[in-house]
């Protein structure tokens, strides 16, 4: 009996016909399958079958909210010396930027840091002053979606710590699924909660941001991100006095190509 025949382990699938991000239909049914043999399994399961299955074209990118940093401290004791994306739009939080650095410190993890291809200067020039306010969808598209595209083909999958009690938009997400670009997506902690997260981060005396002791329990860009109040959704303190419910980064395929539309 090998070490991965104990209970837990799922088989790992090849997926060497699955090597760009674009819709397939083999590729859809193929996602299918694997949604129905992940759903219900533990985090650490989903985790070990992604890193079994995908290898080096397996991405990790994170904004370094509390669930990405459950999930990067079960992912670096199965990868060593794991790299993890981390998109810096330039705006945010100060803690943002000094939870990354203490996180590089404390474990063998290495930042790959994009940034925006054009400076604060040159997007105004583009959108006008304080473009968070008058248009934040380009604003989030040249500072965060422009740099994923960057190397999004690069990787076969992505996993990402989306979790289903984040926000409405969020509920209907499936361990693993095509996203609107194409890409495999896979999250890990689709079925935690918060208070489970919570419960892991002090257990195990996990860095975090020291954001979330003051109110804010999503954490993005500074112009964009505010305090919360008690009962309140997960994210409404994003873009809070506007419609926009998510940055461009995490996109939903259309129906029909996806199991679970959100
Ligand atoms: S979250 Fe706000 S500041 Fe950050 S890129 Fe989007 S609109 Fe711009």
Sequence with gaps: MSEHDAAGWIEPTGLESFDDNSFDDNKALWVEQQAETLAGRPMEDVLRWAVDSFGDGLGVMTALGYSGIVMLDHLRRLVDNLTVYFIDTGKHFEQTLALKDEIERRWPIRFEVLTPAFNDEQIESLIGPEPWRTNPDLCCHYRKVEPLLRVLHTKKAWLSA?????????????????????????????????????????????????????????????????????????????????????????????????????
């Design 162 to 262: 989306l979790r289903r009690d984040q926000s409405v938009s969020r509920s209907g997400l499936s361990p693993i699924e095509i996203d609107g670009r194409g890409s495999i997506k896979i999250y890990p902690l689709v079925d935690w909660t918060r208070e489970q997260c919570w419960s892991y981060i002090h257990e195990h005396d996990l860095p975090y941001n020291p954001l979330h002791d003051e109110g804010y329990p999503s954490i993005g860009c500074r112009p964009c991100t505010s305090p919360v109040l008690p009962g309140e959704p997960e994210r409404a303190g994003r873009w809070n006095s506007m419609p926009k419910l998510e940055c461009g980064i995490h996109v939903h395929a259309p129906t029909g190509v996806r199991r679970s539309e959100a």
